[in-house]
């Protein structure tokens, strides 16, 4: 089936919404994940300079005031000195089994003033996180990580509310689309309606003119065609009851049989000479003047045969005409029975008068001749 106007619209206008909205919730999912993560990094950095400040400045007692704060901030606290040393650390009791972390990239970049940051997989609890390291103070870098499993879950909530939002504007966008599409096709459905009422032969349909400028030059175009094809039908119509007329007058059978053998007009006066009209070359009797039909349909050329019919026999001069291969042939029957008659008697008519002339004449001849003879001797 062909697809309608308003579904054409509606496809290339939804994907084009849906297109865009994609790309329009990529680009707010991007700016808005460099976004929260830029403000979660600066809350840990918040979190790390308190927790700095919140630091016991003996070493005796660092590790357990860093196990204290990571249980009560529930993040990962982690107390470097400055030659890579870990000496604090709130994920594990002890910190003699850690190795040196004078590669971390958070830990450099905190030794060159800066704040580090970085997200990894930790080699030393094997999980991952989102890392702040600050710049050393006391000998000693304060580095603070969130799990990014926390990380993730924050951001899919945003992803979801990202993809929630977009799914609904689509949904919206494509309502819409379907309603503007509706409207736009709207004339063009009564339009259809209209011609269509033209093309059953209802000549006095008309398309109201939209608003639209374009809708409105079709629509004055559409019904300037309904009247000329008005117009037209009314000329055929008027030359078909003229050619009726002038068909049903002639003395001569008229039968039109088109290039599938069906029979497209028979005039009266075929009928009378058939006594029927076929319906089709195959119903068409006497089988002469069918064979003569499909002889000329055959050959295309013109053909003649006069034959015997009825009870009293009539005698029907045919002639078949082509009128092309797909076009038919025009058969046209004479009634020649008086004609034919009339010549018959005037033939008969000469034969006796010949016949009943012929005596006498001798006689008249045989006479004069006697005469002749016997005026040279009986002057």
């Known amino acids: 089936m062909r697809r309608t106007l308003t579904g054409r619209l509606l496809t290339a206008y939804a994907l084009t919404v849906v297109a865009l909205l994609a790309i329009l919730a990529v680009v707010l999912d991007r700016t808005l994940s460099a976004e929260f993560l830029g403000n979660l990094t600066a809350s840990i950095e918040d979190q790390a300079r308190a927790v700095r400040a919140s630091l016991p400045e003996e070493s005796d007692s660092l590790q357990a005031g860093v196990r204290a704060l990571g249980r009560e901030l529930h993040q990962r606290i982690t107390v470097i000195r400055t030659d890579g040393v870990v000496i604090g650390e709130s994920d594990l009791p002890d910190v003699s089994s850690i190795e040196n972390?004078?590669?971390?990239?958070?830990?450099?970049?905190?030794?060159?003033?800066?704040?580090?940051?970085?997200?990894?997989?930790?080699?030393?609890?094997?999980?991952?996180?989102?890392?702040?390291?600050?710049?050393?103070?006391?000998?000693r870098v304060v580095r603070v990580g969130l799990p990014l499993s926390i990380v993730e879950e924050r951001l899919g909530g945003i992803r979801l509310v990202v993809v929630a939002g977009t799914a609904i504007a689509a949904l919206v966008g494509v309502g819409a689309v379907w309603l503007v599409a509706?409207?736009?096709t709207r004339p063009l459905r009564r339009m259809t309606a209209e011609v269509a009422r033209v093309s059953r032969g209802d000549l006095e349909a008309h398309v109201t003119?939209?608003?639209?400028?374009?809708?409105?030059?079709?629509?004055?175009?559409?019904?300037?065609?309904?009247?000329?094809?008005g117009a037209r039908i009314e000329q055929a119509r008027r030359e078909r009851a003229e050619l009726d007329q002038v068909l049903s007058a002639m003395e001569e059978g008229v039968l039109l049989v088109n290039a599938e053998g069906e029979v497209r007009y028979a005039n009266p006066s075929l009928e009378q000479m058939l006594g029927t009209v076929p319906e089709t070359l195959r119903t068409l009797n006497p089988p002469a003047l069918r064979a003569l039909v499909e002889e000329c349909s055959t050959s295309g050329r013109p053909g003649q045969r006069d034959l015997e019919t009825g009870v009293p026999v009539r005698v029907l001069q045919s002639a078949a005409l082509p009128l092309g291969r797909s076009e038919g042939v025009l058969l046209v029957l004479r009634d020649v029975t008086a004609s034919r008659r009339v010549e018959a008697m005037r033939r008969d008519f000469v034969a006796d008068a010949s016949h009943e002339l012929k005596t006498p004449a001798a006689s008249i001849q045989a006479a004069a001749e006697t005469m002749e003879s016997a005026l040279r001797d009986d002057p």
Not at 123 to 129: K, L, N
Not at 209 to 229: F, G, K, R, Y
């Open 182 to 184: 509706r409207g736009l």
């Open 101 to 139: 972390h004078s590669d971390r990239p958070e830990f450099q970049a905190a030794l060159d003033g800066r704040i580090g940051v970085a997200s990894r997989i930790s080699e030393t609890v094997g999980r991952p996180f989102r890392y702040v390291a600050l710049p050393p103070q006391d000998d």
């Open 209 to 229: 003119p939209d608003e639209t400028e374009e809708l409105a030059l079709l629509a004055a175009t559409v019904n300037d065609m309904a009247s000329e094809l």
